[in-house]
Nanobody
Framework: VQLQASGGGLVQAGDSLRLSCATSGFTLSSYAMGWFRQAPGKEREFVAAISRSGVSTYYADSVKGRFTISRDNAKNTLYLQMNSLKSEDTARYYC?????????????????WGQGTLVTVSS
């Protein structure tokens, strides 16, 4: 099982980025998918999640209206479109796959994790 996140970088406040998470070794459509982030010195926090079919999406209040999670099960890829970026969005972003047994918002629900991609937003 592999999850490979990419698309991070250094941007200015107000810019956009699109993160991708390429997956392999498992059937993507069988898993809920999520994005989490971790800033230096802070705990990993929930950003967004999407149900297996892609019909339902969930967002942290801090990103609602600015970020959009999506998935392409045929391409085995998860996405996170991030608009109107703020300095407080600076973090390493991780994609994860799981059964959502404890709901979508907790790391406990995710069994597989990518290595993360760094997003730095300068103000």
């Amino acid at each position: 099982v592999q999850l490979q996140a990419s698309g991070g970088g250094l941007v200015q406040a107000g810019d956009s980025l699109r993160l991708s998470c390429a997956t392999s070794g498992f059937t993507l459509s069988s898993y809920a998918m999520g994005w989490f982030r971790q800033a230096p010195g802070k705990e990993r926090e929930f950003v967004a999640a999407i149900s297996r079919s892609g019909v339902s999406t969930y967002y942290a209040d801090s990103v609602k209206g600015r970020f959009t999670i999506s998935r392409d099960n045929a391409k085995n890829t998860l996405y996170l479109q991030m608009n109107s970026l703020k300095s407080e969005d600076t973090a390493r972003y991780y994609c994860a796959a799981g059964r959502a047994s404890y709901g979508y918002y907790t790391t406990r629900s995710y069994d597989y994790w990518g290595q993360g991609t760094l997003v730095t937003v300068s103000s």
